[in-house]
């Protein structure tokens, strides 16, 4: 969301990508949209706050990046939904698997699981699981997942396809271990991409994938 600025919104990369989900909604795909909060709180940003707080703080994050999101893809002409594991008065709407795609909006999935403890990872793959999603695109800085941090190891091998047993076993922190252990038993694949890619999420979805498949 921020782009280059590392904090905050930058506009132009949020319109590229809701220009490139309005493609895939024009087609008839139905999308659901999670968005961490590290442009505005990354984790336990002080030692001085308690663990459940921060959590909260993050998940508010993720809230007000899905009202910023929502917005600008309804400016370029799509309808949306926020839906939330909380209250947040009129801001959005309570979650529910029966109203996450009833009037074919794009909807965003805010404040994660709803409590501490667990991240926008597994917020990722426990929506996807609930509302029965055919895949998870997993929209990254990195363009896939590889055996090492690539930005430490230039020899680090990248996947074209790996089992989410294998990406359990060895740690390979396409999300994390919960996360993991959460789509292995439940079957749920990743595509994970990189995001700054020109037109990825649309190549992805159109074939054209240059990211790992992780399959179950």
Same mark, same amino acid.
């Given at each position: ?8 919104? *930058? #506009? ?29 709180? /990354?984790?336990?940003?002080? $030692?001085?706050?308690? /663990? ?11 809230? !007000? ?12 002409? !799509? ?18 698997? *029966?109203?996450?795609?009833? @009037? ?25 699981? $609930?509302?029965?999603? *055919? ?14 941090? &690539?930005?430490?190891? &230039? ?5 074209? #396809? ?21 789509? /292995?038993?439940?079957? !749920? &694949? ?6 700054? $890619? #020109? ?13 790992? @498949?992780?399959?179950?």
């Amino acid at each position: 969301l921020a782009g280059e600025k590392k904090t905050g919104f *930058d #506009e132009e990369t949020v319109r590229g990508v809701a220009l490139q989900v309005k493609q895939l909604v024009d087609d008839g795909v139905q999308v659901g949209i999670v968005i961490g909060g590290g442009n505005f709180w /990354r984790g336990r940003s002080s $030692e001085n706050i308690d /663990r459940t707080k921060a959590d909260q703080i993050g998940m508010l994050a993720t809230v !007000m990046n899905c009202i910023y999101v929502s917005e600008i893809f309804r400016s370029v002409g !799509m309808m949306t939904a926020i839906l939330t594991p909380f209250e947040c008065g009129s801001f959005t709407k309570l979650f529910s698997k *029966d109203r996450a795609f009833s @009037k074919n909006m794009v909807v965003f999935f805010a404040g994660g699981t709803g409590h501490p403890y667990f991240s926008t990872d597994t917020g990722v793959v426990l929506r996807a699981i $609930e509302v029965e999603a *055919d895949v998870i695109l997993l929209a990254k800085a990195i363009d896939g997942v590889y055996d090492d941090d &690539p930005h430490k190891n &230039p020899d680090a091998k990248k996947y074209d #396809e790996v089992s989410i047993d294998d990406v359990v076993a060895q740690n390979l922190q396409v999300v994390d271990m919960t996360a993991s252990i959460l789509a /292995r038993d439940n079957k !749920m &694949p990743m595509w994970v991409f990189g995001l700054n $890619e #020109e037109n990825s999420i649309v190549n992805t979805m159109n074939g054209k994938f240059n990211g790992t @498949k992780v399959t179950v």
